[in-house]
């Protein structure tokens, strides 16, 4: 008996330094991650709340946080299929559903406060809506990628110029926050390509410098460049293509990641972010990189997110952290379903959360990115995804997975 017991206590020794000695290495290895800190997020699965009077959203292809925390979102109502707006055909076919008007507001309660937006007197709706920011003086700007049809001869001018096809939205329009019309830069139609400083081509985000009053324009599935106007006077002030250079509109083909570097963006140029220190960030989307430049586009640095991304590219939006050194990016990353959270100073991703799918936290198609004062992410989808999506700010943590996938809030105890 003497015997099974020192053999059995010897044996409950042997398991309690064997899980001190696992205690031990875990306890290393979590310090060792807390050297390398990354914010953390959940979704929230009940935000926004339901839309009234049978709305439903389209393809969601932008997303701003105005100086109140409002969410500001733009879709677009034709692509819903019939089936999803039977309520709007005449006679209505269904109870359910009609389009929700194509620019809407929420609080920071998820509650629908303000929506208006389509064609009207006095300026050029574009025939595909893309990218909403709200400004520092909380005007609404508005871009668009639609074709349309043009006469032959501009036709032709398009497919010498990379094949864009007919161009129809070859402008941006400035919007009071009730939806009051202000200004319209470019024509619809009237692209002369990428070095043309009157009109846009298929322009896809905008973004206005508080310091010196500028619009920035990431143009964008046309044309190759980020243009830079008077966000006032709508005056052309300069230009640029990839590293700085003079854009050019000859056709690169397919993007390789084995190739070297291209010299020119490829379309779509879909984002321009300006961060506190006067860097600017542009998405290079299907070139999957990452460009910074001075304001006045001279280039700094680049970055290649997911390289071997094919299909519609890595880089869709950029969104900066609220932090006051602004150290973090987070890129918007459709074709691969997640958000990537990017240390700004060295362009190194840190993690990642999301996954493919339609419940919250998954996504299809993630186009769109903005964070509110709190740090709260909010992104829209696009395609078949049509819709909005808030993950809280939870604060800093050490990183332990590259990839985190949903991040689905944690039980309250």
Not at 116 to 142: A, E, L, R
Request: hydrophobic content about 35%; glycine content about 12%; proline content about 7%.
């Amino acid at each position: 008996m003497k015997r099974n017991y020192y053999l059995g206590a010897a044996f409950l020794a042997l398991l309690i330094a064997l899980g001190a000695g696992s205690s031990l290495l875990q306890k290393r290895a979590t310090v060792e991650a807390a050297g390398v800190q990354a914010p953390k997020f959940e979704v929230d699965p009940m935000w926004p709340k339901p839309l009234p009077n049978h709305w439903v959203m389209g393809s969601v292809i932008g997303v701003a946080a105005d100086a109140s925390d409002h969410i500001w979102i733009i879709h677009r109502q034709g692509s819903l299929e019939p089936k999803e707006m039977s309520a709007a055909s005449k006679p209505p076919g269904a109870e359910c559903c009609s389009p929700a008007p194509p620019v809407l507001e929420f609080n920071e309660a998820g509650d629908l406060i303000g929506h208006w937006g389509g064609p009207g007197q006095g300026y050029d709706w574009p025939s595909s809506n893309h990218g909403i920011t709200v400004d520092y003086k909380g005007n609404v700007w508005i871009g668009g990628n639609g074709r349309g049809q043009q006469p032959a001869a501009l036709a032709a001018d398009e497919s010498k110029m990379g094949g864009a096809g007919a161009v129809h939205d070859s402008m941006v329009l400035k919007f009071t926050q009730d939806g009051k019309f202000l200004m319209q830069i470019g024509k619809p139609g009237k692209s002369k390509g990428s070095n043309d400083t009157e009109n846009l081509r298929l322009p896809a985000k905008t973004n206005v410098d508080a310091k010196t009053n500028e619009l920035y324009v990431a143009d964008g599935y046309g044309n190759h460049r980020v243009i830079v106007f008077d966000a006032d006077s709508g005056k052309y002030k300069r230009h640029w293509g990839a590293y700085g250079h003079k854009p050019d509109d000859a056709n690169l083909g397919p993007y390789n990641p084995n190739d070297p570097p291209p010299q020119q963006f490829r379309n779509p140029v879909h984002c321009v972010e300006l961060a506190s220190d006067g860097l600017l960030y542009v998405c290079d989307r299907t070139n999957d990189r990452i460009q910074v430049f001075k304001k006045d586009g001279a280039f700094v640095k680049e970055a290649f997110i997911a390289k071997n991304t094919l299909v519609d590219g890595s880089v869709f939006d950029i969104a900066l952290s609220k932090d006051p050194q602004q150290k973090y990016l987070y890129v918007a990353d459709g074709s691969n379903m997640k958000i990537h959270i990017v240390q700004r100073d060295t362009l190194e991703v840190l993690t990642s959360f999301g996954d493919g799918g339609r419940q919250p936290g998954e996504f299809y198609g993630v186009h769109s990115i903005a964070t509110d004062s709190k740090g709260n992410i909010f992104t829209t989808e696009t395609y078949r995804g049509q819709r909005v999506q808030k993950f809280h700010y939870r604060g800093l943590g050490p990183v332990t997975k590259k990839d985190q996938g949903v991040v689905w809030p944690k039980a309250k105890s």
